[in-house]
C-alpha cells in the first residue's frame, strides 16, 4: 500500500491512505487479543467461605429458635418449635444455586453482560406428626390421605400425635475444624399429648380430638448429628446458554455448551435419630408411622433467571432411577414402598438425598421397619421473606409397635458454590483489560509509523524533490480500490458461542 504525506507549513499531515493503515493495524491488535482472551473456559472461583454457627431465633419455615452452620450464602440448619413459638422440627439447608451461565445479546446482537443465573433453593424435611394404625391390608405402609381427611382408605388409624409443639434443645456440642464442623444435640418433649383419636369399631367414622384420658407420650427425642464439610472440586460440564432480550423480556435462548469450574464443594449431612418412649398402643397389631414432609423450593433472583427458570429448569425425586414427584405434583398418590436411597435432582445436578437402614431396635431387640413415599403435590412456602415454588414428598418411617423405639436415618444435602456473576465476570475484566492492550498497541506503532514517515520525509525534503510552492502529485499513480478489497471491513458480530445442542 502507498502512503502519502504533505507538509503544510511545518506539520506534516498523514492522508488518509496512512489512516486506513493505522486502523487495519489497530483492528488487526484488536482481533488478535480479543479471541485468545474470550476462548479460556475454566475459571478458578475464590470466594469466602467462613463458617459460622447461628444460633437463637428465626422467621423461616414458620419460625421458632435454631442452630445452623453457615458458610458464605449456604446454611446448614435445624428449626424446632418454642413455648413462645411451637412448631415442627425443620432439617433445613439453604442455598443459592446456578441453573447456570449465560452471554445475554441485545436485540442487534451486541453482547451485553455475561451472568450467572441464580436461584435460591430451600431443601427441607419436615417431621410432621406421629402415627398409630392397623395394617389391615398387610402391606406395612399406611396412607397419609387419611390425615387429610380422605375415609375409606385400606388401613386403619387409632391416634396421631402432632410434632407442632415446644422442644427443649439439650446437650449442644459444637467443634469447628479448619475444612470439618459439627454440631450435636438433642431435641426433647415430654408427657406430649395426642392430637387426634379414631373410634376403633367404626373403620369410616371421623376422627375426634383426644382427651386427657387418651393419655400422653413420655417421650420423644430426636438426636441431630450435624456435619459441614468443605472441598475443592472441579465442576464440570455447567450449562451455558446464549439468551437475546428486550426490554428486559427474554426472547430467544439457545443451548451454547458447557463450561468447567474449580469451586469450593460444601457436603452437609445431618442425621436425626428417634427416640420415641411410652406411645400407648391400642393394639397388638398397631405399627407406628413417623410422618415427614420433604419439601424442595426454588426463588429466582431477577427477570432473566426467572424467565430462563420457567422454561428450562426443573426439579425431580427419584428412587431407583424412577421419579416418584417432581414440581409438575405428578407421581404416585397412594404410598409406594421405598427400597433405596431417595435422590432429589433438578436440571443439572443431584442437590440433596435421604437413605436410611431398614433395621429398628425395639425394645433393645433389632427389628424390620421399611420406608414409604407418596405425591404430595405442588408446594408453595414463604421462607427468609422469599416465596418459593416447588413441590413436597410424603414419606414415613413405618416402625413394629414397642415401648421403646430407636432407629437413625440420614439427611444429606450437597451445595456447589459457583460465584458466576456480573460484578464477578472474569470474562468481562479480561477483555477490557484486552482491548486496553489493543489500543495502547494500535497507538504505539501509529506513533513508530508517524516517527519513521517523518524521517523519510525529512530526507525527500533535503533533496528538493518536495516543495511547499508546487501543489503535491503522488510519486506513483492510485488505482480505484477494487469492490470487496476494502481494508476496513464491518465489525464482526460478537461471539455466538458453542454449536447448539
Given amino acids: 500500500m502507498y502512503i502519502a504525506t504533505k507538509w503544510v507549513g511545518s506539520v506534516k499531515r498523514i492522508m488518509p491512505g496512512k489512516s486506513a493503515m493505522i486502523a487495519v493495524i489497530a483492528l488487526a491488535v484488536m482481533m488478535f487479543v480479543t479471541p485468545a482472551i474470550a476462548a479460556a473456559d475454566d475459571i478458578v472461583q475464590d470466594r469466602?467461605?467462613?463458617?459460622?454457627?447461628?444460633?437463637?431465633?428465626?422467621?423461616?419455615?414458620?419460625?421458632?429458635?435454631?442452630?445452623?452452620?453457615?458458610?458464605?450464602?449456604?446454611i446448614y440448619g435445624v428449626i424446632y418449635g418454642t413455648e413462645e413459638n411451637p412448631n415442627e422440627i425443620i432439617i433445613l439447608t439453604e442455598q443459592r444455586r446456578y441453573i447456570g451461565g449465560a452471554d445475554v445479546y441485545g436485540e442487534n446482537g451486541e453482547l451485553l453482560r455475561m451472568q450467572g443465573i441464580p436461584i435460591n433453593l430451600v431443601y427441607a424435611a419436615k417431621l410432621v406428626s406421629i402415627v398409630e394404625f392397623i395394617d389391615k391390608d398387610n402391606d406395612s405402609l399406611f396412607d397419609l390421605r387419611w390425615l387429610s381427611n380422605t375415609t375409606g382408605l385400606a388401613d386403619k388409624p387409632v391416634k396421631t400425635a402432632s410434632l407442632t409443639i415446644p422442644w427443649a434443645m439439650e446437650n449442644l456440642d459444637v467443634s469447628?475444624?479448619?475444612?470439618?464442623?459439627?454440631?450435636?444435640?438433642?431435641?426433647?418433649?415430654?408427657?406430649?399429648?395426642?392430637?387426634?383419636?379414631?373410634?376403633?369399631?367404626?373403620?369410616?367414622?371421623?376422627?375426634?380430638?383426644?382427651?386427657?384420658?387418651?393419655?400422653?407420650?413420655?417421650?420423644?427425642?430426636?438426636?441431630?448429628?450435624?456435619?459441614?464439610?468443605?472441598?475443592?472440586?472441579?465442576?464440570?460440564?455447567?450449562?451455558?446458554?446464549?439468551?437475546?432480550?428486550?426490554?428486559?423480556?427474554?426472547?430467544?435462548?439457545?443451548?451454547?455448551?458447557?463450561?468447567?469450574?474449580?469451586?469450593?464443594?460444601?457436603?452437609?449431612?445431618?442425621?436425626?435419630?428417634?427416640?420415641?418412649?411410652?406411645?400407648?398402643?391400642?393394639?397388638?397389631?398397631?405399627?407406628?408411622?413417623?410422618?415427614?414432609?420433604?419439601?424442595?423450593?426454588?426463588?429466582?433472583?431477577?427477570?432473566?433467571?426467572?424467565?430462563?427458570?420457567?422454561?428450562?429448569?426443573?426439579m425431580r425425586c427419584e428412587m431407583n432411577g424412577t421419579p416418584v414427584a417432581n414440581d409438575n405434583g405428578n407421581g404416585p398418590v397412594a404410598p409406594v414402598l421405598a427400597r433405596d436411597t431417595l435422590r432429589f435432582q433438578d436440571t443439572w445436578e443431584r442437590f440433596g438425598n435421604l437413605s436410611w437402614v431398614n433395621t429398628v431396635e425395639v425394645d433393645g431387640v433389632e427389628k424390620e421397619m421399611v420406608f414409604q413415599v407418596q405425591n404430595g403435590g405442588t408446594f408453595g412456602f414463604t421462607s427468609n421473606g422469599h416465596l418459593y415454588a416447588g413441590f413436597m414428598v410424603r414419606t414415613a418411617f413405618i416402625y413394629p409397635?414397642?415401648?421403646?423405639?430407636?432407629?437413625?436415618?440420614?439427611?444429606?444435602?450437597?451445595?456447589?458454590?459457583?460465584?458466576?456473576?456480573?460484578?464477578?465476570?472474569?470474562?468481562?475484566?479480561?477483555?477490557?483489560?484486552?482491548?486496553?492492550?489493543?489500543v495502547i498497541v494500535g497507538i504505539a506503532l501509529a506513533i513508530a509509523l508517524g516517527i519513521f514517515l517523518k524521517k523519510k520525509n525529512e530526507k525527500v525534503k533535503s533533496t528538493g524533490k518536495v516543495s511547499h510552492n508546487i501543489p503535491w502529485q503522488p510519486s506513483k499513480p492510485v488505482h480505484p480500490q477494487q469492490p470487496g478489497n476494502s481494508p476496513m471491513q464491518p465489525p464482526y458480530p460478537p461471539r455466538q458461542g458453542g454449536k447448539e445442542q
Fill in 401 to 438: 409397635a414397642g415401648d421403646e423405639i430407636f432407629h437413625d436415618p440420614l439427611f444429606q444435602s450437597t451445595a456447589t458454590t459457583l460465584t458466576i456473576s456480573e460484578s464477578t465476570n472474569p470474562f468481562a475484566k479480561i477483555l477490557v483489560i484486552g482491548q486496553l492492550i489493543a
Fill in 176 to 314: 469447628n475444624g479448619e475444612n470439618v464442623t459439627t454440631v450435636d444435640f438433642d431435641l426433647t418433649a415430654k408427657n406430649v399429648s395426642y392430637t387426634w383419636v379414631w373410634p376403633m369399631a367404626a373403620l369410616f367414622q371421623m376422627p375426634r380430638k383426644a382427651i386427657p384420658a387418651d393419655g400422653v407420650v413420655d417421650q420423644i427425642t430426636f438426636s441431630i448429628h450435624l456435619r459441614f464439610e468443605r472441598e475443592m472440586k472441579t465442576v464440570e460440564m455447567v450449562p451455558w446458554f446464549n439468551i437475546t432480550v428486550s426490554d428486559g423480556q427474554v426472547k430467544n435462548h439457545t443451548f451454547a455448551g458447557y463450561r468447567n469450574y474449580t469451586a469450593d464443594v460444601l457436603n452437609g449431612s445431618i442425621k436425626y435419630d428417634h427416640y420415641i418412649s411410652g406411645w400407648d398402643f391400642a393394639s397388638n397389631e398397631s405399627k407406628l408411622a413417623v410422618e415427614m414432609g420433604l419439601i424442595a423450593g426454588i426463588h429466582a433472583q431477577g427477570a432473566v433467571a426467572e424467565q430462563l427458570r420457567a422454561r428450562i429448569y426443573s
Fill in 48 to 74: 469466602d467461605l467462613s463458617v459460622d454457627v447461628l444460633t437463637g431465633t428465626t422467621t423461616r419455615m414458620g419460625g421458632g429458635d435454631w442452630i445452623a452452620v453457615k458458610a458464605g450464602d449456604v
